[in-house]
């Protein structure tokens, strides 16, 4: 993640096609592996909370960097999303980061054991509706088109997304040592989108973050 938002700093021209080449260059010589890929999606394309990247990185515009690599060694993965800027970015879509690094504080919070996956998916979803961001359409991957389209988090182990799951339909119930991820996201066609992601554990009376890189927005 260092080494993408240096590359953004300084590049003249920066591109998608670099940042994930810098990711994959970074994740090998630290002995992991990238499966299923990355992404580094800017401007409407992050819209789309999948959509890899491509093209230029534009300034004055979110940019969704996502990163899940895998030690080749132990076949762990990991898992952690940034926003960033380059300049300055519009009042709605500083407005809509602000947004989410408050609901991605809320749902750390709420992180215990024998706490409900469900219940902390809809302080957030209520977070959000209440701060006027609002969640709507019919999705074609997730359940709605616009807004906080997705569940908080989804455990992290062998696999990329395992149980438990933070989201609507969940049952699960959280458990000392269940590694899991809380990212909140908001996504609209016309801005783009903004998504925090860290790693935390679960522990005997809360949690402990596992991810310790800072969140600026602005580069």
């Known amino acids: 993640m260092e080494a993408v938002t240096s590359y953004l700093r300084k590049a003249k021209k920066p591109s998608s096609e670099k940042a994930h080449a810098i990711i994959d260059k970074v994740l090998s010589q630290l002995n992991c592996e ?9 401007g409407l394309q992050a819209a789309e909370p999948h959509e890899r990247g491509t093209g230029l990185l534009r300034p004055g515009v979110p940019i969704v960097i996502d ?5 080749k060694k132990t076949g762990y993965f990991a898992d952690m999303s940034r926003t960033v800027c380059i300049d300055k970015p ?3 879509a500083k407005k809509m980061y602000d ?3 408050a609901a991605q504080e809320l749902g750390i919070s709420m992180v215990k054991p024998g706490v409900e996956c469900r219940s902390i998916q809809d302080a957030i979803e209520k977070f959000f509706a209440e701060s006027g961001f609002e969640t709507s359409g019919k999705g074609k991957e997730f359940p709605y088109a616009e807004g906080f389209v997705h569940g908080l988090g989804h455990g992290v182990g062998l696999d990329i997304h395992e149980g438990p799951r933070i989201g609507r339909k969940t ?7 269940d590694v899991v991820t809380i990212e909140p996201g908001l996504y609209y066609k016309k801005i783009g989108g903004v998504r925090i992601e ?5 522990t005997k009376k809360g949690c402990r973050n596992l991810t310790q890189y800072g969140k600026e927005f602005i580069l």
């Open 34 to 42: 990238s499966p299923q890929g990355h992404i580094v999606a800017g």
């Open 67 to 71: 990163i899940f690599p895998r030690s």
């Open 90 to 92: 519009s009042k709605k």
């Open 99 to 101: 947004a989410v690094l």
């Open 171 to 177: 049952k699960d119930v959280l458990a000392i040592g």
């Open 198 to 202: 860290d790693l935390v554990v679960v």
